[in-house]
């Protein structure tokens, strides 16, 4: 345990309210260099906080989107074997032809192991690819380092990186999957610490908006047989269009009048759904 | 340190490491552990891989650290069978006021609170003595509350936890609504669903396929040879029965139905059936049971591949199964016994599954549900039961 590493503390950054209990998860995580697996509904702020993480760590932030399509050495790097064809077949580059590495490109896991600093990667949404990505990558973490078939050479991490993996399924990753990886579930926030997301986002709102703005928003939330509920992310653009709309007056939201559902609701269904119900009076 | 705590663990059924238990002894040396409060998430977020085992931790923890009860069942049931019983105070006031033993107009001048208190207390009296104390519950047709952990009001999770100690945290039981037996969520079926692939290459060859063709080029000493494919597309057919009879079925309708909904897109066809307790010679394309009769024999000229899901809680009267015209609607007569029709959509499909909504240590208790489990394989319609449906149905 390096004296550098000690003194790189997370404890929050501007754009991100962060709670006691997942700043100390974070911060044991980095101490003691396992990857940390997060959990939650869509719009808890999974994303946002490797974000926060590398900007108030003050490192570079790699991200890794993982696609369904996805192999892990797409992942780690690239032989470039197109370009090396046409290099070879008209031979009108710089690069040497005969020299593979040149045609070695790395992928996002390559450039945080390669980087100069100490990176923040982000593993977005690894639920996406199949187990056989998982399983896969789980050598590459735990050594922390990667061969390189086609130039038999190993890339080894100069510095470990701060892995931050998301994942929205329901379901649980493989098992020696999650036995390298700590883990937490980030709750959907409470009304409360809604308003303190709110606050940091728009420090000059006015209060009688706010209160009646997250009011709704948690009574729209508890409707049933939405399919897809509103998350943090739809609330806050969903604040920025009350706000931006000169005509609009907080009372409304108390009385039931709830303009610009579109915003909050995404799926043709639960927009119709949501009118009805307020249309009946039942909401409010 | 903490070896005891770990078995705690253990012993309740959250599956915990050894390895993961020395990373613990790790993090414990770095310096950062200082506090219960620390010990609790550190713990937490290194032995607890899943927040559906989040609930069972926090007892765990308050037990071993605080020395309150572990899991009892009728506690942790309590506050679900209050729940029903408001449901069924609202339906039927009289009924209730007779099992509770209070008269109907006093029982109506209580709040739900003290109704729930009230009831509470009988319930505690009764403890011991009177085994069957909430049976009327049960005798009530209000199934629902084996549905143990059933949230109307959905996800109702705490986040925050800066003034209180550990222990009192832990004692919120905040994850209570993810843990296992908790109901089933659309994203979860639909996540079980999704491994019900079958992907074939359709469609015309408009793939390039970059690694046939470097080899093939190569093959040919440098000159370009490109090699198309054709893309990658479901042709899986999906039929879905549906048992929208009786209202023991009626919580898992709307979930089973939209999931499918939702996986729609997966499935090169997916056609949903309805049909009341067990199938007859017909099964009705309208939730009625009336417009749309879809009579069985027809399915003897589909596509054999064809996945067969058919979700019913197959409780039923024998005679309803084994008698020819058994059928409880005088219009179904076909003249042969359910059980028949049963085991020729069985021989007609070869991957079928039944998905059971009762828990499956319940099953045994039911004559018919034990017939129908011989004709076709049957699973819990929970996460789990789904996942081993859907391995099963991928199997062959």
Known sequence: ???????????????????????????????????????????????????????????????????????????????????????????????????????IRMGKIGQAFTADR????????????????????????????????????????????????????????????????????IAFPEPKMMRNIIAVHFPNLDAELMENSVTAFYRLREMEGIEKKPATRELLNWVRALTADPDFKPKKLATGDIPYLGVLFKKSQDLQRTNELLRRRRLF | MFIDFFYTLKNVGIPVSPTSFLTLHRALRTGLVNSLNDFYTA??????????????????????????????????????????????????????????????????????????????????????????????????GTSPVGHSGYH??????????????????????????????????????????????????????????????????????????????????????VILAIDNGGYSMDPYISVVQTVFDYARSQFKDLKTYFFHNTIYSTLWGDSARFRKPKPIAEFAAADSQTRLFIVGDASMAPYELMVADGSIHIEERSGTPSIECLKFLADTFSHAVWL??????????????????????????????LEKAVHFLMAK
């Open chain 2, 356 to 385: 059971n909504p009762m828990p499956e240590d319940m099953w045994n208790y039911t004559q018919t549900v034990k017939t129908i489990g011989r004709i076709f394989p049957m699973f819990e319609l929970s996460i789990d039961g």
């Open chain 2, 43 to 140: 713990s937490r977020s290194i032995l607890v891989k899943s927040e559906r085992y989040f609930d069972l931790y926090d007892q765990a923890f308050a037990h071993h650290f605080e020395g309150t009860e572990l899991p009892d069942v009728s506690g942790v049931e309590l506050d679900d069978i209050a729940r029903v019983m408001l449901d069924q105070w609202l339906k039927e006031p009289r009924a209730l006021a007779e099992a509770l033993g209070i008269d109907e107009s006093e029982l109506n001048r209580l709040t739900p609170e003290e109704l729930i208190e009230y009831f509470k207390e009988r319930l505690k009296e009764q403890t011991g003595e009177h085994h069957g104390g909430s049976r009327w519950i049960g005798t009530g």
């Open chain 1, 1 to 103: 345990m390096s004296g550098k590493r000690e003194s790189a503390h997370f404890t929050g950054a501007t754009r991100y309210v962060l709670d006691d209990e997942l700043a100390s998860i974070i911060n044991i995580s980095m101490a003691l260099e396992m990857p940390l697996l997060l959990k939650g509904e869509p719009g808890t702020g999974k994303t946002m906080l490797a974000h926060a993480i590398a900007e108030s760590l003050k490192m570079p932030l790699v991200v890794l989107n993982v696609k369904s399509s996805m192999k892990l050495v797409d992942a780690l790097y690239q032989y470039d074997t197109l370009t090396r064809l046409n290099d070879s077949r008209f031979g009108d580059s710089s690069r040497n032809v005969s020299n593979i590495e040149d045609y």
């Open chain 1, 118 to 185: 100490r990176t923040v990667l982000l593993i977005d949404e690894i639920d996406k690819a199949d187990t056989d990505f998982q399983d896969d990558m789980l050598d590459v973490l735990d050594q922390m380092e990667f061969d390189i078939i086609e130039i038999d050479k190993t890339i080894k991490a100069r510095t470990r990186p701060v892995i931050i993996i998301t994942s929205n399924a329901k379901k649980d990753l493989s098992d020696p999957f999650l036995g390298r990886c700590n883990f937490h579930h």
């Open chain 2, 152 to 237: 109307p009001g959905g996800m109702r999770v705490g986040g925050v936890s800066r003034n209180k100690s550990a222990v009192k945290v832990a004692l919120d039981r905040r994850y209570r609504d993810y843990s296992l037996s908790g109901p089933l969520t659309r994203p979860m079926v639909g996540e079980a669903l999704k491994r019900l692939r079958n992907l074939v290459p359709v469609g015309p060859k408009d793939r390039v396929n970059i690694d046939e063709t470097l080899y093939q080029t190569m093959k040919n000493g440098g000159e370009i040879e490109i090699v198309f494919e054709r893309s990658l597309k479901d042709r899986l057919k």
